[in-house]
DNA sequence: AAATATACCTGACTGC
DNA sequence: TGCAGTCAGGTATATT
């Protein structure tokens, strides 16, 4: 399932094909999307050059002149390059087609993407209000210690706020608490400056090594070129409950907090 | 302000 | 073999 990881490992793919081409026709099957797709889309984006391809948290962004369509993922979308002759398969929504002939096809069973354009209300309303990128440098030990400060809420559940860091979903939360040692359920604000300090390097660890091992494939995912990502092979907990621990072998237990599975080590995990 | 619940959706899986 | 039920999960929204 998309997480940061594997929306940057997306973009990357995709960024020579589509940079500097011109999309000559937008392809809607299906517009039935986490939002329906604008009607409008085809007159913004049709015979417009793509200048940049950019990201923010787990949103792509295809810049055009006048503006940028914001693609969201949701849980089982990908995208990628493909010729735009070839047959499209069930819950291939959306085709943008380039002057080069070939197309950047959006898949998603579940529909729990989206695809808007920068100046629609809902798309302003998705892009403020997101906390820092957590490979930034505003994304760092100060800043979110005193983010958490008045949040007693587990610290899984905050890591995984939109409005405290971006792009940290449910495997990546469950393995960067993992690594660094901290209960999933431990108040945010119990958990000490130093091990905040841990948490915050390991978050930036866990996320570069998964971009650098092109994203975790579980079910759905894949990459542009249509390969899976190996960080599933790198996954200490996530998905593991009843297995051993890779460190001390006590066994790997589930719970669920704030509604998501979330499994740890007892004894790694304090 | 923060915590909690609910909704969206389909495929994979389980149990009868 | 098939059908009904459950689960997975990003994130907006409404409610407490």
Known sequence: ?????????????????LENQTITRIIVRNPKLRWPISPRLKQWLEDKEIKHVGRRAKYLLIQVAGGELIIHLGMSG?????DANQEPAKHDHVDLVLDSGQCLRFTDPRRFGC???????????????LGPEPLSEDFNEDYFWHKIR?????IKQVIMDNKVVVGVGNIYAAE?????????????????KERIKKLTSTIK????RAITQGGTTLKDFIQS??????FKQELHVYGRAGLACLLCGTEIKNLVIGQ??????PACQK
């Open 115 to 129: 695809w808007l354009w920068s100046e629609q209300k809902t798309a302003q309303e998705l892009l403020q209000n």
């Open 150 to 154: 008045t949040r007693k809420a587990p």
């Open 205 to 208: 660890q866990v996320l570069s």
């Open 260 to 265: 998501r599975a979330s499994c740890y080590c």
């Open 78 to 82: 990908s995208v990628r390059i493909v």
């Open 225 to 230: 070129d249509g390969k899976p990502g190996y």
């Open 176 to 192: 960067s608490l993992f690594l660094s040692g901290i209960h999933p359920k431990r108040s945010a604000n119990k958990v000490s």
């Open 1 to 17: 399932m998309p997480e940061l990881p594997e929306v940057e490992t997306s973009r990357r793919g995709i960024a020579p094909h």
